[in-house]
T-cell receptor, first 113, second 112 residues
């Protein structure tokens, strides 16, 4: 079945640590890939997206993600997190087959001072 | 600023009492979506409109209905809310179906 998997449900790390969140999907065709962030009490906001071209995409607030087609992955990274990065992060995949977003279950990230 | 607006932000209703949630957008997008998001879960698509064409997800209960009277507005009607319908309801829009979706702040529904 077509699906999107986020490997970690909860991540706790200290300020200045590096962050990497995994996202894998199961679909062999063309995909559009997204990472959304939901800060406490706020709405889902787009962090970055990949449609085509350079597989390393840069988003807002110092985030980047790398699309590795052979691994069906789109992992999110930030070299040095801040307390304000505490939020829930959702990977989403859009395919021509599904015609709609398929969200991962989300990863709750807590950054401690 | 162009945005997706949802009203109210919090809604309390009684078991079985119909409730309507509202979404409006100033982005002039063709597609509007309604999602249900329960605590610590991914948003789950209920249905979407492409212009006036309504697309219901196969597993969306009949209890949930939607109306889109014009491009800017879309409503979610829950005919007989049950305790299990308590959730955050998210509205989103996109210019076309294969594009970035922009989300509203959500309406948190509490069913007593």
């Amino acid at each position: 079945a077509q699906s999107v998997s986020q490997h970690n449900h909860h991540v706790i790390l200290s300020e200045a640590a590096s962050l990497e969140l995994g996202c894998n999907y199961s679909y062999g065709g063309t995909v559009n890939l997204f990472w959304y962030v939901q800060y406490p009490g706020q709405h889902l906001q787009l962090l970055l997206k990949y449609f085509s071209g350079d597989p390393l995409v840069k988003g807002i607030k110092g985030f980047e993600a790398e699309f590795i087609k052979s691994k069906f992955s789109f992992n999110l990274r930030k070299p040095s997190v801040q307390w304000s990065d505490t939020a829930e992060y959702f990977c989403a995949v859009l395919t021509d087959s599904w015609g709609k977003f398929q969200f991962g279950a989300g990863t709750q990230v807590v950054v401690t001072p | 600023d162009a945005m997706v607006i949802q009203n109210p932000r919090y809604q309390v209703t009684q078991f079985g009492k119909p409730v309507t949630l509202s979404c409006s957008q100033t982005l002039n997008h063709n597609v509007m979506y309604w999602y249900q998001q329960k605590s610590s879960q991914a948003p789950k698509l209920l249905f979407h409109y492409y212009d006036k064409d309504f697309n219901n997800e196969a597993d969306t209960p009949d209890n949930f209905q939607s109306r889109r009277p014009n491009t800017s507005f879309c409503f979610l009607d829950i005919r007989s809310p049950g305790l299990g319908d308590a959730a955050m309801y998210l509205c989103a829009t996109s210019s076309v179906q294969q594009e970035t979706q922009y989300f509203g702040p959500g309406t948190r529904l509490l069913v007593l």
